[in-house]
């Protein structure tokens, strides 16, 4: 049986993105080449991989199966090659692909020039960032390291704490005026309030009391899948919502939002930097890490004077 790891990185392309189409803008590839390899590797592996019909290609069980396993074989041996050609010290310029994933408003917001110094510091690393608020799985969709905000809940993932962000409660001072400010959690109820589509309303609206979190019984009028999203609304007038420092501090700052019930104790939120687990480390994730780590040691870079961050 002979093979090529291109073949092998071309069928997990094609298993991650769904289309040939896809994984050739990906790979950089032609569309025939793909289709070729994806043909020889199921030559070599003597099954169907893949069902065609109609230009479209679904994946059969055995596809399924054998992806599940090359996935973290692949992911070792690029970590193990890496590691002995450029050097586990770093000193070495770094190369190869940094795949990204990480939250879209806090991507754009404040994560893309803190990659571009990683970039401009390591000129002979590609790296590939994709910004979606979708919790990715890491290993099945071929990212070295995702970003997440908020409590981890793959306990499969090593994590490393870069700094946290408390939530703040917020409504435009136009709508307060309207409807007037609640002085306590359970009076949001009587409120017109807006949501964050990827957690549920009890997972959203939580606060501390007396060391215990709580939920009050809320029901949100509008949903958003984008937190500036929810952050426009509010400063439109359409309601109160809870959403992480990072999105409302400008806003804040200059008036068009309005902090409310800062005693209730709304919770810290951990911005973790997560990957799956490897041995060894490849320098470039963990020179990523450090970098990401030392540009977020202080809270910045969105704290802001004359409130709490």
């Not at 080449?33 to 069980?61: C, H, M, Q, W, Y």
């Amino acid at each position: 049986m002979r093979y090529s790891l291109d073949e092998i990185e071309t069928f997990l392309t094609v298993m991650e993105l769904g289309t040939v189409t896809a994984a050739a803008a990906r790979l950089n590839l032609s569309k025939s080449v793909v289709s070729k390899r994806v043909s020889d590797f199921e030559a070599t592996v003597g099954a169907a991989l893949f069902r065609r019909n109609a230009g479209r290609i679904t994946p059969t069980e055995a596809a399924n199966r054998l992806a599940e396993r090359l996935r973290p074989a692949l992911s070792e041996l690029i970590a193990a090659t890496e590691s002995t050609a450029w050097g586990m010290d770093g000193a070495a310029p770094l190369r190869g692909t940094l795949a990204i994933a990480a939250p879209m408003s806090f991507g754009t917001m404040y994560l893309s020039p803190i990659i571009a110094r990683f970039a401009a510091d390591n000129p002979e690393l590609e790296l590939r960032v994709d910004y979606d608020d979708r919790t990715r799985d890491l290993a099945r969709e071929g990212y070295d390291i995702g970003i997440r905000i908020g409590d981890a809940r793959d306990g499969a993932l090593m994590a490393r704490k870069l700094c946290e962000d408390r939530q703040h409660v917020v409504a435009s001072p136009a709508y307060l005026e309207r409807h007037g400010t609640p002085d306590t959690p359970s009076e949001l109820r009587e409120h017109q309030l807006m949501s964050y589509a990827h957690l549920t309303d009890a997972a959203l609206w939580q606060f501390q009391q007396n060391g215990r979190r709580f939920s009050p019984e809320v029901r949100s009028r509008l949903t958003f899948n984008n937190g500036e999203a929810v952050r426009d609304a509010a400063i439109a007038g359409l309601g109160i919502a809870i959403l992480p420092g990072f999105i409302t501090a400008d806003a804040r700052r200059d008036g068009r939002l309005v902090q409310i019930l800062e005693g209730a104790g709304t919770r810290a939120l951990p911005i973790m930097a997560v990957w799956p687990q490897v041995t060894p480390v490849p320098a470039k994730l963990r020179l990523f890490i450090d970098h990401l780590a030392g540009e977020l040691a202080g809270g910045a870079p969105w704290a802001w004077q004359g409130g709490s961050r």
